[in-house]
Structures are given as C-alpha cells and as structure tokens.
C-alpha cells in the first residue's frame, strides 16, 4: 500500500528523472548514440528479438532512440520507442524522423491498451523504476504485453553503475 508520502517521493524522483536526461539528451547522443556497434551480444539479442516477434514492439525508455532504430533496421515493422524525457525524445525524432516516439512514464502505462505491444525492449532503463514501484511497474508491462509476449531486458553489472534509491 503506497502512501502519500510515497507518492510523493516518486514524483520527485521521475521529475528528477526527467530533468536530468533533459539537460543532458544531446550529450546522450554523442556518446551513447553509437554504443550498439561495441557490443556484439546485445546486437544479437536485439536483431533476433526484432526478426522473432511479429506484431508491434516497444522499446521502453527508448531514450535518444538508437536500439529503437536498430529493432526497425532489422526486421520490426511496427516499433515504437517511449521514453520518460521530453529533451531524449526531441533528439530521437530529429535523429529518426521516420520511427514513431511517445512521451510515457513506464511506472504509469494506464493508457496503453491491454496487449497493444507483441514484445517490449528494456534496455538499460528498468533501473530507473524505484525499488518500490519495479513490481507494480513490471505488472503494467505484463498487461500492455499480448498474451506470451517476451519481454527482453538488459542491466549494467559491475562497480561503474549507481542507482538512485528513494
């Protein structure tokens, strides 16, 4: 049961959230934008999800939009990339005009329909959602999923990644 105190502070955190990825979209870009051509296993990962699964995608926390752009190069025909920050999706659409993106909190996907997407992209974004939220949110990503819809997530390990706990 969430209080709300704890609403609270989940706003706090998903406004500072989106903030910071604001102010830093386009350095995102330089450095980041690029990543998938040093990474061999999540490229394949990521063609196989995009031949494998028929039916609309979604890349959730799609950010400047580069592994939404790699799913639709390699064989997705209806992908969408959503992401949190409004400064990430403007350079995702001026960098990828032709792909589709949505401003969406993936703690809050209410308004996407029960089974709207036959798989779902969560690379790297999922340690965004606080620890208190990550059931209610993974939930939410079931329900927007069609019934056996994969869900293909990727997480940082090592001592070079922090999160933010509330």
């Known amino acids: 049961m969430t ?5 609270d502070d989940a706003r706090r955190v998903r406004a500072l959230l989106r903030g910071t990825y604001d102010a830093v979209a386009e350095r995102y870009q330089q450095e980041i934008g ?3 051509a040093g990474k ?12 494998e699964v028929r039916g609309p995608l979604c890349d959730l926390g799609c950010g400047t939009g580069h592994v939404t752009r790699f799913l639709k190069d390699h064989g997705a025909t209806d992908v969408v990339g959503v992401d949190l920050s409004p400064g990430m999706l403007a350079v995702a659409r001026r960098e990828h005009p032709d792909l589709r993106f949505e401003e969406r909190d993936m703690t809050a996907l209410d308004a996407v ?7 779902v992209v969560a690379f790297y974004s999922l340690i965004h959602v606080p620890r208190a ?3 209610a ?4 990503i079931r329900r927007c999923l ?4 994969p869900l ?10 922090l999160r933010l706990d509330t």
Do not use: K, M, N, Y
């Not at 209080?3 to 609403?7: F, L, R, V």
């Not at 949110?137 to 939410?140: A, D, I, K, V």
């Not at 069609?146 to 819809?149: E, R, Y």
């Open 3 to 7: 209080t709300p105190s704890d609403d």
């Open 34 to 36: 690029g990543e998938l």
């Open 40 to 51: 061999p296993f999540d490229r394949e990962l990521l063609a196989a999800f995009a031949r």
């Open 113 to 119: 329909a029960d089974g709207a997407w036959a798989g």
């Open 133 to 135: 939220d990550l059931v």
């Open 137 to 140: 949110t993974l939930r939410g």
């Open 146 to 149: 069609a019934p056996g819809g």
């Open 152 to 161: 293909l997530v990727a997480f940082h390990i090592g001592e070079d990644t």
